[in-house]
């Protein structure tokens, strides 16, 4: 055995496979090698590679068991797919180079396999459930190495019991969260969730990875990511197949000494993030937990000074007595206590003061319902009622504290209200400044700094864990840290959703704010109704601070204006958001616009969605609102997801256009095509014929050659080689151009269409040439010897009698059908697999001229530019039914034709009057104009760089122009 293990030559600490050393299949399939990672959160030890990683697999050329996912989307990463609770026996492998299991699959459930066989159906692989098989590191069926079992969530919920939540919940809460964390993890995907053997991996960036625990439905549950958010409790049918991650297996005792650990650390460190479920955990059990009392206890943690002390790390008895006391208390289950009810002031208990939350219904904010130092939230005043909030503007028992600004809650802010104008400091005043003041007296500075402290100080009270700050742990105050109004000035986020901007609206706000109290800091006096001070921020403004004031006629959230700091304002706190809650609010307030037709979304709004959006420029605020506003109903979710935010801004920036440069081709520029290195523009200019144009400088191009016709040229395109060109020529037909040397083009040949040639476009084998020829309908010309051209058919689309002219043609992926512009009758549906004798499939007799059609890279939608009534969008799945999907009118009466942005969320519409017209065709129900450039002329045809960054557009008599976007 020794000299079996010695030859593997594993690492030092080196974990192998519960299977290592089994056979399945008669071979070793299960040699996969792992190593241990500790978590700096919560102190746990986890495998570092997914169960069946390629890294992790002894036999593979890519073994490496110290290496971890290199990319969220890593395939030598992902590992196994295991139906839960059922043993490693083979049915998990996956060879994701080919999204395919290893071994067949069967309909035939069983209890105890007996082989590898995937078993598909619905709900559970088994036939007799059993929630035990993955329960614990002993359980019967474990695939995880000895001494290592799966997280569990035993109680389906959020809390310290959830092992992936505790291990997940200080990260980034989404997908990228986890790959940038110590474990890792990818995106995997997801095997037999319909009952098939299929394997879906999650390209878009989302996955989920099993716990050992089941829900009382039968249904296991998971930890489940994407772009957007983490979810420590999702839940997922026993006979899907996801991947496993495994942590180290604890005893009680060491459970225990975990937990207390990390009480005694928290403590410490005046953080407060201890959970019922951490207390649960520690054994012998506590008595007396209040599960409704779980931010108490998190509040009693942070304090700094406890009537209790911890050690670190906790022990059993000292959380007990805290359980005890803070149960004694007896106070509503959703209070939230002073951040310094714990601690005493001049010897004695001084911020017994409990407060409520209120939240904004239209911002989703979560605020205390009082004031800071209110006398209903006094624990011990005969006026106490914690859920009592002003009953009036002048309401005194709901005045509270005033502040200086940035100063700890020391007792210098407490106010003995005798009525609603006239109040009385506590402890007096003194003109002693000093950083850390050493008694509870209110400092009085009437000099140019205006500021109770020796040093001035901005972060005092910048965030929720600043020095100073004096809100409940938790919470903290509004910001505005860029002094305008918008989406991260809070005081004008909660102040815009009032009824009325004044102080009626303030009182019949959810806050029930009362009027404005100052104490003045040059001089002492305090006063309840002066209208000098207000409601403080957490946000710094030269020598004074930030308020938000109100009254009668206005409300103000970004006063500077006398707010010394040195003067004592109210203080309302609001509920701290992390980035990731922050983000989410903010989507939710965009989905809820959105649905509401609402456009009041702002940059600075935009701005606070983590991770980050990119690109957006402040310039186009109001572009960003139109589209908020008119979005169709499938564009944003509801709440709204960062990558449609991100859409939306991309979308907006990069289509505003602006002119890089032109040239003047002398002629009537009618269409334009690019060479396939995009240096060459090739111009149909009319009664100028072809012109050819070096575009490598935008902002000068310059004329190479050109080819006159001898009628008049609307159109051009390219073999698939760029060595010819295909000119439509009016009465002529269709002409072939040698375009090998540019500043020389020769003419190859010609065929007469008899009718009059708009259109051209080429077979994908550039055998053939299809003609829009007008009154003469389609004309399909064999172009597989250019110096002589033949006719091969046509398709007679109705004639002049008829105004059915056909003006543009392009095909299907396959081939085998023509989608003809055929003006007054609309789209035409041609087929073209016999092409000596073409027929008609269907079409769509749209209600204004059709000049110009392409189609989705699916081949499924239509979309023509159909002159008065602009962009029509046309269902061409069943060319024998066509169904119209939406329709989008510039107004101008003269849409010509349409170009699709490569991923197909836009279309480009060239429009005879108003140039270049952008629009998302994303929901074809709800097209949304996002730009236009105006040209000076006539736009009649636009294509594109191959980036998509620059337009270049046919524009009649001004010859070529050339648009950017900006990025």
């Known amino acids: 055995m020794i000299t079996e293990v010695n030859s593997l030559n594993l690492p030092k600490h080196a974990i192998l496979d519960r299977s290592f050393f089994k056979k399945t299949n008669g071979v070793f399939e299960h040699r996969f090698v792992y190593l241990p990672v500790e978590s700096n959160t919560t102190g746990r030890t986890w495998l570092n590679n997914n169960l069946g990683a390629e890294y992790a697999n002894v036999d593979s050329s890519d073994y490496n068991p110290s290496k971890q996912a290199t990319a969220i989307k890593d395939l030598l990463a992902n590992g196994s797919l295991f139906q839960w609770g059922r043993k490693a026996d083979g049915h998990e492998l996956i060879e994701w180079s080919d999204l395919s299991g290893i071994y067949a699959t069967t309909t035939t459930k069983s209890d105890n396999p007996d082989d590898s066989l995937l078993i598909t159906g619905s709900d559970d692989w088994r036939v007799n459930r059993d929630d035990t098989l993955w329960a614990s590191e002993s359980s019967p069926n474990s695939v995880c190495p000895v001494g290592y079992r799966l997280p569990l969530n035993p109680n389906g919920a959020n809390d310290g019991a959830n092992e992936w939540y505790q291990e997940t919940k200080d990260l980034t809460q989404n997908i990228g969260g986890l790959f940038h964390s110590f474990l890792k993890v990818s995106t995997t995907g997801i095997r037999n969730i319909n009952g098939n053997a299929s394997i879906k991996w999650s390209d878009g960036g989302s996955s989920n990875y099993w716990s050992g625990s089941v829900r009382s439905d039968g249904k296991a549950l998971s930890m489940g990511s994407n772009w957007g958010c983490l979810v420590a409790s999702d839940s997922t049918v026993k006979i899907a197949a996801l991947p496993v991650r495994c942590i180290k297996d604890q005893t009680p005792a060491e459970r225990s000494a975990t937990i207390l650990a990390e009480i005694g650390d928290e403590h410490s460190n005046h953080k407060s993030i201890i959970t019922i479920g951490q207390l649960k955990a520690i054994t012998p059990a506590l008595e007396n937990i209040n599960i409704n009392y779980q931010d108490i206890y998190r509040s009693y943690i942070a304090s700094a000074d406890t009537t209790f002390s911890f050690s670190s790390p906790a022990t059993r008895d000292e959380v007990q007595s805290m359980i005890d006391e803070v149960n004694a208390l007896n106070l509503p289950t959703n209070a939230i206590l002073d951040r310094s009810f714990f601690k005493k002031t001049n010897n004695r208990f001084e911020h017994r003061f409990v407060y409520l939350p209120v939240t904004n219904p239209k911002t989703g904010r979560i605020w205390l319902n009082n004031n800071l130092g209110a006398e209903y939230a006094k624990k011990n005043s005969s006026n106490y009622n914690p859920s009592q909030q002003a009953t009036a503007s002048n309401d005194h028992l709901a005045y509270g504290s005033l502040f200086q600004w940035g100063r700890k809650a020391d007792s210098h802010e407490l106010i003995i209200w005798s009525n609603d104008i006239y109040g009385t400091g506590e402890y007096g005043t003194t003109t002693f400044k000093a950083n850390e003041p050493s008694n509870s007296r209110y400092i009085i ?45 809070e005081w004008y986020q909660e102040t815009n959703t009032w009824s009325t901007k004044n102080m009626v609206g303030a009182l019949t706000s959810n806050l029930k704010l009362v009027r404005i109290g100052i104490h003045d800091g040059t001089n002492g006096t305090i006063s309840g109704s002066s209208g000098l001070g207000g409601y403080w921020t957490g946000s710094a403004y030269g020598v004074n601070a930030h308020t938000m004031d109100f009254n009668s006629n206005r409300v103000r959230t970004n006063n500077v204006i006398f707010n010394y700091r040195a003067d004592g304002n109210y203080v309302r706190c609001i509920k701290d958001q992390t980035p990731a809650e922050r ?123 050109s080819y006159d016709t001898t009628g008049v040229t609307w159109g051009v395109t390219l073999s698939n080689d760029g060595t010819k060109a295909y000119i439509v020529d009016g009465m002529n037909g269709l002409v072939i151009v040698d375009i090998t040397d540019p500043a020389h083009p020769t003419k190859l040949g010609s065929y007469n269409t008899v009718g009059y040639s708009l259109g051209v476009t080429l077979s994908s084998d550039g055998t053939k040439a299809y003609v829009a020829d007008s009154g003469n309908g389609l004309v399909i010309v064999d172009i597989s010897d250019p110096v002589h051209p033949t006719k091969l058919g046509s398709y007679n689309l109705g004639g002049v009698n008829e105004l059915a002219y056909a003006y543009n043609v392009t095909l299907s992926s396959d081939g085998t059908k023509a989608y003809v512009a055929a003006s007054k009758h609309g789209l035409v549906i041609v087929d073209i697999s016999y092409p000596v004798h073409p027929t008609k499939l269907g079409s769509y007799n749209t209600v204004g001229y059709s000049f110009g059609v392409t189609l989705s890279s699916d081949g499924t939608k239509a979309y023509i530019a159909d002159g008065k009534d602009g962009l029509v969008i046309v269902d061409i799945r069943d060319p024998a039914h066509l169904i119209k999907l939406g329709t989008y009118n510039t107004a101008s009466n003269n849409t010509v034709n349409v170009t699709l942005s490569s991923d197909g969320t836009k279309a480009y519409l060239a429009d005879w009057d108003y140039g270049l017209v952008i629009v998302d065709i994303r929901d074809p129900a709800h097209i949304i104009k996002l730009n236009s450039y105006d040209t000076a002329g006539y736009a009649l045809d636009v294509t594109f760089s191959s980036d998509g960054t620059k337009a270049y557009i046919a524009d009649g008599l001004y010859g070529l122009v050339i648009t950017g976007g900006v990025k």
């Not at 929720?464 to 002094?483: H, K, T």
């Not at 090739?682 to 012109?691: E, F, K, P, Q």
């Open 445 to 489: 500075e009437a000099n140019a700094q205006h500021d109770w402290r020796v040093n001035r100080d901005d972060t005092l009270w910048a965030s929720e864990s600043s020095a100073n700050n004096v809100c409940p742990v938790g919470y903290r105050l509004p910001l505005n840290p860029n002094e305008a109004n918008d989406g991260e000035n």
């Open 583 to 705: 983000s989410d609010s903010i989507l939710k307030e965009i989905g809820n616009e959105h649905r509401n037709h609402k456009s009041v979304i702002t940059i600075g709004q935009l701005r606070a969605i983590t991770p980050a959006l990119n690109n957006i420029n402040s310039n186009y605020e109001n572009i960003y609102r139109t589209y908020i506003a008119n979005a169709g109903s499938n564009f944003f979710s509801s709440p709204a997801t960062r990558d449609e935010v991100q859409r939306m801004i991309n979308i907006v920036n990069d289509n505003r256009r602006y002119k890089l440069g032109s040239y003047d081709t002398a002629g009537n520029a009618r269409g334009v095509t690019l060479s396939n290195d995009g240096t060459k523009a090739y111009i149909a200019d009319y009664t100028n014929g072809l012109v050819i144009v070096d575009i490598r400088n935008p902002a000068h191009p310059t004329k190479l050659g």
